[in-house]
């Protein structure tokens, strides 16, 4: 599997570090929702199919990716900046 | 008398095995059961056969979208064990193990058990203080556990490299005896056939495709052989949990699906009766009764429903191989090939009855399914049964991750693929 680093161009998956499901919102910090912290925690959506996911070209530039992989077929269909890692909810 | 036995075999034999019948049928499915439990693996049909074996319901119909036994429980690497350090763990997977030890009786199947021993390596001196600890966790739970030695070791597994210039020296290990392997597809086929007997039908080649609901209720199943209803509606589908359950419109779950590989090589003369683990990494490995060395490491590592792996892996599983076994580098891998793992994020199982009313759901094997087979499917028949979990299977439970009551035997935390 190669991922196409924004930096570093296609690069072999063992230079990467899988993060995982890039859906998630994290809560604000002080955020006292538990049910929010759970699903950040321990839900996951789990799809056979396209897969939003965060990983880390670890053994590279280090920078976070929000890569588009197809769970079924390993294809990779898009591949960017995570800029901000997980998502984070907005303040209000 | 049992449909297997010494004087059927010789009858049999004498007239050309031409009277022997199929060992299950190939039903069409009936527009309606007591019990649905879809998946054909191991737990589903474990689950049928006690359904009708301990608790006499026998309108039950086994869904396979494949054929019988084409998923994990014809993937795995056979190791059956029962070393956990946490309670509820060890509980539920010794009362596997003693399933396990009248299996072949209890179904008039040879399951082929063989109680080689599991011997975990340790490579630093906290390593072996961790193995004692869980040593004795396990013997104060009256499973049977051991601490050796390096002399011991060497003794057990002559290939075995043990000597200070190993890659990652062996300082001891823990071994429990009972554990051992089994032949996987006869699981299947002796559940099957058990199951069968007592009124199951397994239906193969039948895939869901969708939930019939009443309001929240989960009156039945729609599949690629039309639209069957029945009062309780159980999931035993391992990897394929979130897609089904996307079916059911619960689109999130404690789980994510990995892929794992396994190897066997060509056949061997006997070189390592037991069944090995390696301390500084993840690999295990075994001998089949063929001769053939089964073996296995980590997970590939990101979610993948592909039921096939990548090279790094087999590159690190082959590595790991070599550094206990150096005099094993010329020997040729025979075949490869990937399960999906329905890891959890504790790394323990969920057999639950819902979350649905009318729903009842067993998943989240990780890497350990096989050795679970027998109690799963107890511990799950009973749940249906009777609409709440036995002992054994009361802390398996899906809302444990909202409660704060995980069951996390590594420690590893809420990330699945280091379980």
Known sequence: MLITCPYCGPRDVIEFTYQGDGNRQRPQPASQNLDAWNAYVYDRLNPAGDHNEIWQHSGGCRAHLR?????ITHEILSTEFARGGHKTESRS | MAEYSAFSLLKN???GNKDW?????????????????IGGGGHGLSTAYYLAKEHGITNVAVLEKGWLGSGNVGRNTTAVRSNY????????YEHSMKLWENLSHDLNYNVMFS???CLNLAHTPAQLDDYARRGNAMRH????AELMSVDQIKRLVPALDVSGSARFPVVGGLMQRRAGSARHDAVAWGYARG???RGVDIIENCEVTGFLRDGDRVTGVSTTRGEIRAKKVALAVAGSTGRVMQLAGISHMPIESHVLQAFVSESLKPIIDTILTFGMGHFYISQSDKGGLVYGGDLDGYNSYAQRGSLPIVDEVMSEMLALFPGLARVRMLRSWGGLCDMT??????ITTGPLPGMYLNCGWCYGGFKATPASGWCFAYTIAKDEPHDFNAPFTLDRFYRGLIIDDKGQGATPRLH
């Not at chain 2, 739970?141 to 049977?144: E, P, Q, R, S």
């Not at chain 2, 994020?345 to 969920?350: K, Y």
Request: net charge positive.
């Open chain 2, 195 to 197: 199951a069968d007997r």
């Open chain 2, 85 to 92: 350090l946490l309670p509820q763990n060890t509980r539920f």
């Open chain 2, 141 to 144: 739970l009256g499973v049977d």
């Open chain 2, 345 to 350: 994020m504790d790394g323990s199982p969920i």
């Open chain 1, 67 to 71: 890569v588009v992989r197809n769970t």
């Open chain 2, 115 to 117: 109680q080689r021993g």
């Open chain 2, 21 to 37: 019948k199929p060992a299950w049928r190939k039903p069409d499915p009936k527009a309606s059961y007591d019990v649905i439990v």
């Open chain 2, 13 to 15: 034999a004498l007239t």
